[in-house]
């Protein structure tokens, strides 16, 4: 019976000194090592032997954590006073540094944010600390990843949650943005309404230059189509006149009809209403020319105007026009 006794407690104490022999540290942990009370190794993941009793594991989180930083209110450089907050995320590098370097790690962090952030803050306008968020996370999260450097831990981001300035100063901000909205609004209309004139005296312009080409157009067209018509005109008077002229010469006309002729012309200047009329200067050929109409009334004195007509009617028409087919003939 003692023996049975005496196994037992031998079995119990291998299992109390197994059990607190072996640990188990998970991936995303490592193990700090003291023995008695003294650092010894820093242990990976995994199944681990320590010396039980005089050996104690002291189990760190490797992976990435969140502070989350409580509102209050910070004075900007222009006294207004506005309630922000900020999360914090982190890492830790070095597990004996977090350890044994910083007690209380997440009430250090929380103090060393909101002490920061009222600083960079403080140095900044509403309307700055309002449009500069990116700014306002990149300089946090550099001062506090120096500060922390020491505690073993890394900064990896800030993020601002939330600036909310007092009620009044947001009343404000709406009738400023309002006001500026409405700005925009009326010289976008302005603009809108400039550049429809332009567009229109534009088309008008264009409208009026294409009409005043027409017009110069259809005007060119005009005087050609009349200049064509002109010399059509003329060219075809010249012809007839050229024809007429060689009917003439062609007909071999006497001096006796030249003469009768050019009293004939004579008779139709005369026959007016002027009292004057002015004779050409070729005098003498028209004295030449009476001469020989005496000469003419000289040898035949027995005839009478009726017979001279009759007379002359029966001359040989050698002074008439001949058409082509006779001339040619």
Same mark, same amino acid.
Do not use: C
């Given at each position: 019976?003692?023996?049975?006794?005496?196994?037992? %407690? !031998?079995?119990? !104490?291998?299992i109390?000194?197994?059990?607190?022999?072996?640990k188990?540290?998970?991936?995303?942990?490592?193990?700090?090592v003291?023995?008695?009370?003294? *650092?010894?190794?820093?242990?990976?993941?995994?199944?681990?032997?320590?010396?039980?009793?005089?050996?104690?594991?002291?189990?760190?989180?490797?992976?990435?954590?969140?502070?989350?930083?409580?509102?209050q209110?910070?004075?900007?450089?222009?006294?207004?006073?506005?309630?922000?907050?900020?999360?914090?995320? *982190?890492?830790?590098?070095?597990?004996? $540094?977090?350890?044994?370097n910083?007690?209380?790690? *997440?009430?250090?962090?929380?103090k060393?944010?909101?002490?920061?952030?009222?600083?960079?803050v403080?140095?900044?306008?509403?309307?700055?600390?309002? /449009?500069?968020?990116?700014?306002?996370? /990149?300089?946090?999260?550099?001062?506090?990843?120096?500060?922390?450097d020491?505690?073993?831990?890394?900064?990896?981001r800030?993020?601002?949650?939330?600036? #909310?300035?007092?009620?009044?100063?947001m009343?404000?901000?709406?009738?400023?943005?309002?006001?500026e909205r409405?700005?925009?609004?009326?010289?976008?209309?302005?603009?809108?309404?400039? #550049?429809?004139a332009?567009?229109?005296?534009e088309?008008?312009?264009?409208?009026a230059?294409?009409?005043?080409?027409?017009?110069?157009?259809?005007?060119?067209?005009?005087?050609?189509? #009349?200049r064509?018509?002109?010399?059509? !005109?003329?060219?075809?008077?010249?012809e007839? !006149?050229? $024809?007429?002229y060689?009917?003439?010469?062609?007909?071999?006309?006497?001096?006796?009809l030249?003469?009768?002729?050019?009293?004939? /012309?004579?008779t139709?200047?005369?026959?007016?209403q002027?009292?004057?009329?002015?004779?050409? %200067?070729?005098?003498?050929?028209?004295?030449?020319?009476?001469?020989?109409?005496?000469?003419?009334?000289?040898?035949?004195?027995?005839?009478?105007?009726?017979?001279?007509?009759?007379?002359k009617?029966?001359?040989?028409?050698k002074?008439?026009?001949?058409?082509?087919e006779? /001339?040619?003939?």
């Amino acid at each position: 019976m003692e023996a049975v006794v005496a196994l037992g %407690f !031998v079995a119990f !104490v291998l299992i109390v000194f197994v059990a607190n022999a072996l640990k188990i540290i998970l991936p995303y942990q490592k193990g700090v090592v003291e023995r008695l009370g003294k *650092y010894q190794r820093t242990l990976s993941s995994g199944l681990v032997i320590i010396v039980p009793f005089i050996e104690k594991v002291k189990k760190v989180d490797m992976r990435e954590q969140v502070v989350d930083v409580p509102p209050q209110e910070v004075i900007t450089a222009d006294n207004v006073a506005v309630t922000m907050d900020a999360i914090v995320y *982190y890492e830790a590098t070095d597990p004996v $540094k977090l350890l044994y370097n910083v007690a209380n790690f *997440y009430a250090a962090s929380t103090k060393l944010a909101q002490t920061n952030l009222r600083n960079i803050v403080g140095e900044m306008t509403l309307d700055n600390s309002l /449009t500069s968020r990116e700014l306002i996370n /990149t300089r946090l999260r550099e001062i506090l990843d120096d500060a922390t450097d020491r505690w073993g831990v890394r900064i990896v981001r800030v993020e601002i949650q939330r600036i #909310e300035p007092p009620n009044d100063v947001m009343d404000a901000m709406h009738r400023q943005m309002k006001a500026e909205r409405d700005r925009r609004a009326m010289v976008l209309e302005a603009a809108g309404q400039r #550049e429809a004139a332009i567009k229109i005296a534009e088309g008008q312009k264009q409208a009026a230059i294409l009409e005043a080409e027409g017009e110069a157009l259809a005007i060119e067209k005009v005087a050609e189509a #009349e200049r064509f018509k002109l010399t059509t !005109v003329a060219n075809g008077e010249a012809e007839a !006149v050229l $024809k007429v002229y060689e009917a003439i010469h062609n007909g071999n006309p006497t001096q006796d009809l030249i003469t009768i002729k050019y009293l004939e /012309t004579l008779t139709k200047m005369a026959d007016g209403q002027a009292t004057k009329i002015f004779l050409p %200067f070729e005098a003498s050929a028209l004295l030449g020319g009476l001469g020989g109409i005496a000469e003419i009334l000289q040898d035949r004195p027995a005839l009478s105007g009726k017979a001279l007509k009759e007379a002359k009617d029966a001359e040989p028409p050698k002074y008439q026009r001949k058409s082509p087919e006779e /001339t040619e003939a």
